[in-house]
């Protein structure tokens, strides 16, 4: 089955600084990823995804970047805010109907004021 | 407004007791699912309702007991737990079954078990 990875596990920056999170994958055949914030107290929330028919997608301050050679996804914030401070988790799957999605462990983000 | 509403928010109970955790969708979605969520772990799917049918169960211990009336609404029914099922246990709804449609999360029913 599917295995993801998610670095780091915990990430500290300065407000206005970027972030970075980055996920790898085992199963080649996956081609749907998508990115969670999950606030505390909260669910989590899908802010943005990327199928494996383009590379990068741009969303405001939030991009992601896939390499499928490589097997692995990453989540780009520019100008964090402290309301950026969130866990994040990526996820994969085939994104076929029946699939599932499997789950990285989880970035804690703390942006600095 | 998530437009899954998840209740209750928090639940104690003992180890003897039957409760049940309720969700709620106003999507207009057409399928359930039923997550695990401990610390340091990934998200642990238990169940996946489609059209009220139940579609997967990830080999969950049959202390959990799902139930689904509806399109708009899932139960999970607890008997017997142990202390491990102490978690996060998180609802989310999809336009349909499988990941090529986004899944919207409720914010959860943080259990412990005494």
């Known amino acids: 089955g599917e295995n993801v990875e998610q670095h780091p596990s915990t990430l500290s920056v300065q407000e206005g600084d970027s972030a970075v999170i980055k996920c790898t994958y085992s199963?080649?055949?996956?081609?749907?990823f998508p990115w969670y914030k999950q606030e505390l107290g909260k669910g989590p929330q899908l802010i943005i995804d990327?199928?494996?028919?383009?590379g990068e997608k741009k969303d405001q301050r939030i991009a992601v970047t896939l390499n499928k050679t490589a097997k692995h996804f990453s989540l780009h914030i520019t100008e964090t805010q402290p309301e950026d401070s969130a866990v994040y988790f990526c996820?994969?799957?085939?994104?076929?109907?029946?699939?599932?999605?499997?789950f990285g462990t989880g970035t804690r983000l703390a942006v600095r004021p | 407004e998530t437009g899954v509403t998840q209740t209750p928010r928090h639940l104690v109970m003992g180890m003897t007791n039957k409760k049940s955790l309720k969700c709620e969708q106003h999507l207009g979605h057409n399928a359930m699912y039923w997550y695990k969520q401990s610390a340091k772990k990934p998200l642990e799917l238990m169940f996946v309702y489609s059209l009220e049918e139940r579609v997967e169960n990830n080999s969950v211990p049959s202390r959990f007991s799902p139930e689904c009336p509806n399109s708009s609404h899932l139960f999970l029914h607890l008997h017997t737990l142990q202390p491990e099922d102490s978690a996060l246990y998180l609802c989310?709804?999809?336009?349909?079954?499988?990941?090529?449609?986004?899944?919207?999360f409720g914010d959860g029913t943080r259990l412990s078990i005494l």
């Open positions: 199963d080649s055949a996956s081609n749907y």
């Open positions: 989310a709804s999809s336009q349909s079954q499988g990941t090529n449609q986004p899944q919207h």
């Open positions: 990327i199928r494996s028919n383009v």
């Open positions: 996820a994969a799957s085939r994104g076929g109907s029946g699939d599932k999605l499997t």
